[in-house]
């Protein structure tokens, strides 16, 4: 309980601790300089995410770095464990990556002002005019060289198996053409949805092969959920 609590309290000292930093990337987008703005993004959310996942004491061990295409934008496409995934794939895959997220992530100060600058897509659930409108703008996104995580079970599993892959969560990397890269993340949910406590885990993450999309047949994209789905379930540890 006490590692918890004090976690928390870590946690958001350190997020305000960013909003200097944030304050001169908002600067630099302001001013155009976009790659100055993008490796200061980068240097500052991956040192956050570390420092989160910090927080409970794990390992984290990643297999594949090389699989991650370095010359292009990709959809890494991810099972969904728990609320540690997203610092973990931020903290330990080198490459750049933005997240398509809940609307109601913009009432948050200080973390809300960083995914826009990552150039994440906040997603109304409730709205479909919305959601049209921010998947186009995740296109975009994708389309101006920067990758996005795309969780296709649109949940968390939280130790339960893998559930279904939305067809849906693909439209984004079929509509761009860019490579899928399938991660499977073993064992994050142990590091908080176990016991509602932080705790410390081993948490295993496995990189896989990139999949090209571009010039699949109408047969090859329906299969490609359930195809993505069973690569990600081979690296589950038993």
């Keep these: 309980m006490l590692r918890t609590i004090l976690g928390f ?3 958001w000292f350190c997020l305000f601790g960013k909003i200097l930093p944030l304050a001169v990337a908002k600067r630099l987008d ?3 300089k976009i790659a100055e703005r993008d490796a200061l993004v980068k240097k500052n959310v991956t040192s956050w995410a570390r420092f989160v996942v910090g927080l409970s004491g794990s390992t984290i061990e990643v297999i594949g ?3 991650v295409p370095s010359d292009t934008a990709v959809v890494f496409i991810a099972n969904h464990q728990g609320d540690f995934d997203i610092p973990i794939l ?4 080198e490459k750049s990556k933005a ?3 809940k609307i109601e992530i913009l009432r948050i100060p200080v973390l809300s002002g960083w995914m826009k600058l990552m150039q994440c897509t906040f997603l109304d659930r409730k709205n479909m005019r919305q959601s049209v409108r921010a998947m186009a703008e995740a296109v975009l996104t994708v389309q101006r060289g920067y990758s996005l995580v795309v969780f296709p079970e649109g949940t968390r599993s ?3 198996p893998v559930g279904e892959f939305k067809a849906g969560s693909f439209k984004l990397a079929l509509k761009t053409g860019v490579p899928i890269v399938p991660v499977t993340i073993d064992g994050s949910w142990h590091l908080f949805e176990e016991t509602k406590l932080f705790k410390s885990a081993n948490v295993r993450v496995t990189i896989h092969p990139a999949i090209a999309t571009a010039g699949l047949s109408r047969e090859e994209a329906t299969a490609l959920p359930g195809r993505v789905r069973d690569i990600i379930i081979s690296a589950m540890r038993k």
Excluded: P, V, W
């Excluded at 931020?90 to 895959?93: D, M, N, T, W």
């Design 9 to 11: 309290t870590k946690f």
């Design 30 to 32: 302001r001013e155009g």
């Design 65 to 67: 770095e090389e699989n």
């Design 90 to 93: 931020l903290g330990y895959i």
């Design 99 to 101: 997240f398509i997220s």
């Design 158 to 160: 939280r130790g339960r």
